[in-house]
C-alpha cells in the first residue's frame, strides 16, 4: 500500500488551509508572456525524438546564443521580426554577427533566419519590403499566437526557400 499523498490539481480543487480563520488558497492560472509558447521539452526516452529548443540552444556558440536572444528581446512579438542595425558595429563585430546568423541558420531547421529585403509576399499576396538586417524567430521552436500564426508561417516559408534557392545557386 503506497502511503504518499497524491498531488492536488490546482486547475479544479481548492486548498483549505485554515478553515478555522476562513483562508483559502486559490488557484491562480497565470496567463504566459505573449505569443511565446514553447514545444514539449523532449526527454532520451520519447521516440523519434527530434532535437527541442533547449537542446539547440544548448549545442549553439556563445555568439550564436546571444544574436538569439537578442532578436528574441528585440522582435515584434505580432510579427516575429527584429531589426538590428548595423551601423553602430564596427566591421569585426559585424562579421561575429554574420558567422552567429549562419550558426543559427543551420541549426535544426533553422532557428532564425535573415529576412530579404525585397521579393516576400504576405498571405493576401501583397508586396512586403523590409529593413535590411531583419531576422525572423522560428515559429516551429517559439509558437506563435494563433491570430498571428499564418501570417508568420508564410514569410517563415518565403526566408526558408530564399535561403535554398541561394545555397543551391552558389556553386
Known sequence: MNNMPTMPNPQTEVYHLNDAD???LK???????PFTGMPPIRTGLT???KPDLLDLLGDLSKGARDLFLHIKTNMNFTTYLAVLP????TQSQINKRSQAIQELECM??????RVPTS???NCGGLELRFKPSTFILSPEYLYPNHKYRDEIENIWRQCLANRHLKAASSP
Open 22 to 24: 476562513g483562508w483559502e
Open 27 to 33: 488557484p491562480i492560472i497565470k496567463d504566459k508572456r
Open 47 to 49: 521516440p523519434n525524438r
Open 86 to 89: 548595423n551601423h553602430e558595429l
Open 108 to 113: 535544426g531547421d533553422g532557428l532564425a533566419l
Open 119 to 121: 521579393g516576400m509576399k
